[in-house]
């Protein structure tokens, strides 16, 4: 009987042994299998994030963008007529101010009022009913102060001349600057044109209604760095989850890999980027530089020196990665976004990736994320809860929508209001298939 019962433990023993090796055998081909998708996923998502491309050329901007030199007299007469009807109302009711001058951006104008020493604000503001009849509109929005001396007043245009990208753009081109994330972003409420370093403001965060402009925002971001650098600059990485126009992108060289909207594969991508960064945290620190730009001049400096091709080192080209729409990822997975975001906002900057994060509902991070990510655009948003989401503030619901943005810079307190460029998509398209003809003979 023992011995029977010994022989029956020996086979229950081989037979769990022979289970267990096969259930390993299993899960070591189910490990194979998923690194074998992974690779593939990579492979088809993501290429070397360094590209030399030696003939690589730059369009002309004339080709490409139609400059509207319409100066629709009869629509500044509308504004000349505003102005002098608003002063004659000053005039009758005895107030110690003038209209000086308009501002038209956009989908907004904007008056300003000089106002004479002794004369009280509340006086002028009093007349707010009978300046909106003047106007022939039911919203004016004062701001006090405005310039020296002066106050204004923002009233929804009834025609829209929007502010174009090409004029942006060419301004852009006018200062001559080599700086090499140096973009556009519109013009302020005086009419003058606004530019953003992303090297300053090291990280974006862009929130937006839908119908706001967020989206062609993302379009003049990109057009504006594909018409001034090379892959060999600047190199862009894109999550897109909601799958819309960044799919454009993808079969130029500027563009690593394919825009991603599968969120999973959202993920690795991310992950790919801080292994990028780790990757170029240790070269730059192994060179025993600061940061990106003094290892790139030293390397600029020793390939000078060193004639042969095999001496000669590579430049760190810059990363822009474009996280659109980031809510969607924060309600997928929040606490390994939030890790994830963390790397890329502190680390990321020194070695040359900085990150646009965009999204049409803002959501809020924790007060460490918000530290990486502290330069801020807000189009028009449904809710003060909103606008406080992106802002910090309770201002951008009140916008007007259609390119009219508050900007809240790095260490500022106050945001400048802009009106963002336009940029339609048959112009986008021009300028990736200029790209492409250019380069491809």
């Known amino acids: 009987m ?15 042994l022979v289970d267990f090796f096969f ?54 007469m509308i504004f000349i007529n505003n102005m002098e009807s608003i002063n004659k109302l000053f005039s009758k009711e005895k107030l110690k101010c003038e209209c000086i001058n308009y501002y038209e951006n956009g989908i907004i104008t904007t008056y300003e009022i000089k106002v004479e020493d002794g004369q009280l604000i509340d006086d002028i503001t009093k007349l707010e009913d009978k300046i909106k009849e003047i106007i022939n509109t039911n919203r004016i929005d004062f701001i006090i102060p405005f310039q020296n001396n002066t106050i204004g007043f923002i009233v929804k245009n009834e025609k829209i001349n929007d502010v174009k990208f090409i004029s942006t753009f060419n301004y852009l081109l006018s200062k001559n600057s080599k700086k090499p994330l140096l973009i556009p972003i519109g013009k302020d409420l005086v009419g003058n044109y606004q530019l953003l370093d992303l090297l300053e ?10 119908g706001s402009g967020k989206s062609t ?3 003049n971001i990109i057009c504006s760095l594909l018409l001034k650098t090379t892959p060999n600059e600047v190199r ?3 999550i897109d989850t909601k799958g819309s126009e960044l799919y454009l992108y993808d079969s130029l060289d500027n563009f690593i890999g394919n825009c991603v909207s599968d969120k999973d594969k959202a993920f690795s991508l991310m992950e790919e980027v801080i292994d990028e960064i780790y990757r170029r945290v240790d070269i730059i620190d192994n060179n025993m530089d600061d940061n990106i ?15 042969l091709e095999e001496e000669k080192k590579d430049i760190l080209n810059y990363i822009v990665f474009i996280i659109d729409d980031f809510s969607d990822l924060m309600e997928y997975k929040k606490i390994k976004f ?8 502190e680390m990321g900057p020194k070695v040359g990736v900085h990150i646009i994060l965009s999204s049409r509902k803002p959501v809020g991070f924790s007060n460490i994320v918000k530290g990486a990510y502290e330069t801020k655009i807000s189009f028009k948003v449904n809710s003060d809860e909103e606008s406080f989401a992106v802002l910090g503030i309770n201002k951008a619901s009140s916008l007007y929508g259609i390119g009219d943005m508050y900007l809240l810079k790095k260490d500022e307190v106050e945001p400048i209001r802009i009106e963002a460029p336009n940029i339609t998509i048959n ?9 492409k003809d250019i380069n491809n003979k």
């Open 293 to 307: 730009e003094e290892y790139n001049q030293e390397v600029n400096d020793w390939n000078k020196d060193h004639l």
């Open 217 to 219: 925002f993302l379009q």
């Open 427 to 435: 112009e986008v398209e021009k300028v990736i298939d200029n790209i």
């Open 23 to 76: 259930v390993l055998l299993l899960d070591r081909k189910s490990i194979n299998d998923k690194k074998e998708d992974e690779t593939k996923d990579k492979d088809e998502t993501i290429n070397d994030f360094i590209i030399e491309k030696k003939d690589y050329k730059i369009p002309d901007v004339n080709g490409i963008f139609d400059v509207d030199l319409d100066d629709d007299h009869f629509h500044k």
């Open 236 to 238: 862009f990485v894109c």
């Open 2 to 16: 023992k011995i029977f019962i010994l022989v029956l433990a020996t086979i229950i023993i081989l037979f769990l």
């Open 201 to 210: 403001c090291h990280n974006l965060v862009i929130g937006g209604d839908i």
């Open 338 to 345: 939030e890790k994830n975001l963390l790397i890329l906002g």
